[in-house]
């Protein structure tokens, strides 16, 4: 078999390894990108001040602060105890409100374990924090509820209709209470949701509504944000030029902001350009283009390595960029001499196991599986090539389903159909508030 059939059959760049890159960070990061973030010093002021303070609900206001100042930095595992210090506390002193923030603090910090425990019990806290809310007609933390509801339980379980069903009731609570950037954050989340069910278009219209109105807001962090998606949603539109000059904008963007940006935002955005170069380089070796497949993916190595040095750095080597070298690795291995193939393949399957131990979702688990399928066929063990492409099957069949696709679009369809009632209610209270008007003028 030619490697040109291999790659043809193998390597087509497959719409799913795009969504890894965004979902392991969008999901991630997405009430960081919600909530504002504060400055270190405010958390460490909170860690002197609050053993000082008397037991009170100041505390449990204090206490639940510092958890959401270090939840919107990502310190997830910080933020629980003091979270879980406030909610005690609460309950001591019969306060609902702290009870209630502590338990959104608390759906919130249990992010970074979702996979590895009971997922239910974050939509459960949730949830209760959402019924106090509602009683307090705090429309803004029910509409957080909604949103985190949406991304941290259903969309991580890959309860897509559900997850859109929560962001467009979220949208709703965010327009009528005229709350732009809540709003911008619910179009680039739901863009996610539809690229995770490989829908670019959707996701392309969405993802282009939350840049506009971040370009509105001047802010620098979430623009630089969403040129990553919607170059990755040009990337599986087969745009790669267009792809590129986007990532690498957002790239220039979270250099500029420097410690001001997204602690992930420059090794993420390297490991999307090195995702485009490997995507230019399957097109220049499917057209027969050794050379330039080889200087592709030479080039994709730079920016992934950049990802790896800032995340060894950081102490975040996790799965995703593991995923890309064993990738690379295995396209490498088309490109160079026989003496060489091995060395490259022996180093796919070291990083792609790596990636393997510290999946923690259906998806991350098709991806690898898929990838080391890629890899076992090139060396031409197809026994252990099928075995991971069943499992990797599986996983995909478990994913999405043509009852789910149904119930998104019917949750998208309801949102519009309530959307336009509601602008032709609104315009019919004018139009009747102007006749009253030149009625009570005739009158007089």
Same mark, same amino acid.
């Given at each position: 078999m030619s490697k040109s059939v291999l790659r043809d059959k193998s390597y087509a760049f497959d719409m799913k390894k &795009? &969504? =890894?890159?965004? =979902?392991?960070? /969008? #999901?991630? #990061? !997405? =009430?960081?990108?919600?909530?504002k973030g504060q400055n270190t010093e405010t958390i460490d002021s909170l860690k002197k001040v609050i053993p000082t303070m008397m037991e009170d609900t100041n505390k449990v206001n204090a206490l639940n602060k510092l958890s959401e100042l270090l939840n919107t930095k990502s310190y997830y595992k910080f933020s629980i105890p003091y979270t879980k210090e406030a909610y005690t506390l609460s309950n001591h002193l019969h306060f609902k409100k702290g009870i209630a923030v502590s338990n959104f603090n608390f759906g919130? %910090?249990?992010?970074?374990?979702? /996979?590895?425990?009971?997922? #239910? *019990?974050?939509?459960k806290t949730i949830n209760e924090a959402k019924d106090y809310f509602n009683k307090a007609d705090d429309a803004e933390h029910v509409g957080l509820c909604y949103a985190i509801s949406a991304a941290e339980y259903y969309r991580i379980e890959q309860n897509y209709p559900d997850a859109i069903k929560n962001y467009f009731v979220a949208l709703k609570i965010f327009e009528k209470i005229d709350n732009k950037s809540k709003l911008a954050n619910c179009y680039k989340d739901l863009s996610l949701v539809y690229m995770d069910q490989n829908d670019?278009?959707?996701? !392309?219209? +969405?993802? =282009? !509504?939350?840049?506009? %109105? +971040? *370009? &509105? !807001?001047? @802010?620098?962090?979430?623009i630089a944000y969403q040129c990553n998606v919607i170059g990755m949603i040009y990337l599986a539109q087969n745009k790669n030029a267009e792809a590129l000059d986007l990532i690498l904008k957002g790239l220039k963007l979270y250099e500029t902001l420097g410690t001001k940006g997204y602690w992930f935002g420059i090794p993420w955005t390297n490991g999307?350009? /090195? @995702?485009? +170069?490997?995507?230019? /380089? @399957?097109d220049a070796f499917a057209s027969g283009d050794t050379k330039l497949a080889k200087n592709r993916y030479d080039k994709a190595f730079e920016y992934y390595k950049n990802r790896y040095d800032y995340d060894s750095k950081n102490g975040n080597l996790g799965g995703p960029v593991n995923l890309q070298y064993g990738n690379l690795y295995s396209r490498l291995s088309t490109v160079v001499g026989a003496d060489e193939k091995n060395e490259m393949l022996n180093k796919s399957k070291f990083y792609l196991q790596i990636a393997l131990d510290s999946a923690r979702t259906k998806d991350n688990y098709y991806n690898i599986y898929k990838s080391m399928s890629d890899k076992d066929t090139l060396e031409g063990n197809f026994k252990m090539a099928y075995r991971h492409y069943f499992l990797a099957k599986l996983y995909l069949d478990s994913l999405i389903n043509d009852e789910k696709s149904k119930k998104s679009a019917m949750y998208k369809m309801q949102f519009e159909t309530d959307k336009k009632e509601a602008l032709e209610k609104a315009a019919q *209270?004018?139009? @009747? #508030?102007?006749?009253?008007? $030149?009625?009570?003028? $005739? $009158?007089?």
């Open positions: &795009i &969504i =890894l890159f965004i =979902l392991f960070f /969008g #999901s991630c #990061s !997405l =009430l960081t990108i919600y909530c919130w %910090s249990n992010i970074s374990n979702v /996979g590895r425990r009971d997922v #239910s *019990e974050v939509l670019t278009t959707e996701a !392309l219209k +969405y993802a =282009l !509504l939350a840049y506009k %109105s +971040y *370009e &509105i !807001l001047k @802010d620098s962090n979430r999307n350009v /090195g @995702d485009v +170069y490997c995507k230019m /380089g @399957d *209270e004018a139009k @009747d #508030s102007r006749q009253r008007n $030149i009625r009570n003028s $005739i $009158i007089v």
